[in-house]
């Protein structure tokens, strides 16, 4: 077989609103980050698979002839089966020796590439020999969207290699080769790298990573938004640790305890998504006045509460919303919470950086959608 090497880079991620909620059929808007993560895919005659992950200290290699022996008897292309084949991460689990209920970033990263580099050339008739090298601007654990790049790089560049998509020219010319097809092929596959990774996720995550700039996401539909006003967003870095597959688990298990509470809550954080982008569409239509930013961040301070309620939230989150609080700013968390990120969102003319001090690490002070 014939590898197609290549270059392809997937942005990262920040939820405005819907975190959560959109795990459970509600609204989420999401906007894809100018922070990458980025893997070079090349060809090798060693008769092995390699995957270097410099950020997490992994650097692993496979004959190509052991994993063949871990590709599914049954006759049916993995790359027609919407469903996460399980018997077959079962395998791959056993394989590599990683234990039922490990979640540590090292083995659910070799997890998905194997699952993916397996799904993706099982119906070929041979795995191909391999080097994947993957390097990220992104930090993990953090909610920005680091595993679901990772998986769309995968993706992309797993199909690419295979031929099943057309090779990027160039990292910078990736949606001028792929249509909407490819792109939902990719997203559909970062989707079960996904899955692996964070067990129940909403699919929002990766569909940023694939389609870019800000979207709409509800019910596994993605709707693009095509006009919206520039904002400034200071992005911030708790830097605690966390699960998100931890995390969505205990808002589920929440909700089968309280459903009378926590199913109006998750219906109230719908409707702050649905206020939001109404809101910014009106900024874009009209020029944005003083009103316009209340209610964004009104929005905001509503949105951190329900979160809290949830479960979610941390102490050095809420210590964050209030020093940032204190100087007239808004504040909530990104992602899973748990630690990981909050966005802070900024007025026109206020500039942070020489006024604001916490014991916080700025991951990319302003960013621009």
Not at 4 to 19: D, F, R, T
Not at 253 to 276: E, G, H, Q, R, Y
Not at 352 to 358: E, M, Q, W, Y
Request: net charge negative; charged share 15%; hydrophobic share 45%.
């Amino acid at each position: 077989m014939h590898i197609k090497e290549c270059i392809v880079s997937a942005p990262g991620k920040a939820i405005l609103h819907g975190e959560h909620a959109v795990v459970h059929g509600k609204m989420a808007l999401a906007v894809s980050l100018n922070l990458r993560t980025y893997l070079q895919l090349q060809a090798t005659f060693t008769s092995k698979v390699c995957i270097n992950l410099p950020n997490i200290n992994a650097f692993l290699s496979w004959d190509v002839t052991v994993l063949n022996q871990l590709v599914p008897d049954s006759e049916a292309d993995l790359r027609n089966m919407d469903e996460l084949d399980i018997e077959l991460v079962r395998r791959l689990r056993d394989f590599v020796g990683i234990p039922n209920g490990a979640l540590d970033t090292r083995s659910m990263a070799i997890l998905a590439f194997l699952y993916i580099y397996i799904s993706i050339f099982a119906g070929s008739g041979e795995l191909p020999s391999l080097t994947v090298s993957v390097w990220s601007e992104l930090p993990t654990g953090a909610g920005l969207g680091s595993s679901s790049a990772y998986s769309v790089c995968l993706a992309a560049a797993l199909l690419s290699a295979s031929g099943t998509i057309p090779s990027p020219l160039s990292d910078q010319e990736n949606t001028a080769r792929w249509g909407v097809a490819e792109m939902e092929l990719i997203n559909r596959f970062a989707f079960q790298g996904e899955r692996i990774i964070h067990g129940n996720p909403s699919g929002v995550d990766n569909a940023v990573g694939t389609w870019g700039g800000i979207l709409r996401y509800h019910s596994g539909k993605i709707t693009p938004l095509s006009r919206v006003p520039m904002l400034r967003i200071l992005l911030t870095n708790t830097k605690v640790p966390r699960s998100t597959k931890v995390l969505v688990a205990g808002v589920k298990d929440k909700m089968n305890k309280f459903p009378s509470i926590i199913n109006p809550v998750l219906d109230s954080v719908d409707a702050i998504s649905c206020t939001c982008e109404q809101t910014l569409s009106e900024m874009t239509s009209d020029s944005p006045t003083p009103e316009h930013y209340d209610i964004l961040e009104e929005l905001i301070d509503i949105n951190q509460h329900h979160l809290n309620v949830m479960g979610v939230g941390h102490p050095a989150l809420d210590n964050l919303c209030r020093v940032t609080l204190a100087r007239g700013l808004h504040s909530k968390l990104t992602g899973a919470g748990g630690g990981g990120c909050a966005i802070t969102l900024l007025r026109p003319g206020f500039y942070p950086l020489a006024s604001l001090t916490v014991r916080f690490l700025f991951i990319s002070a302003i960013f621009l959608w």
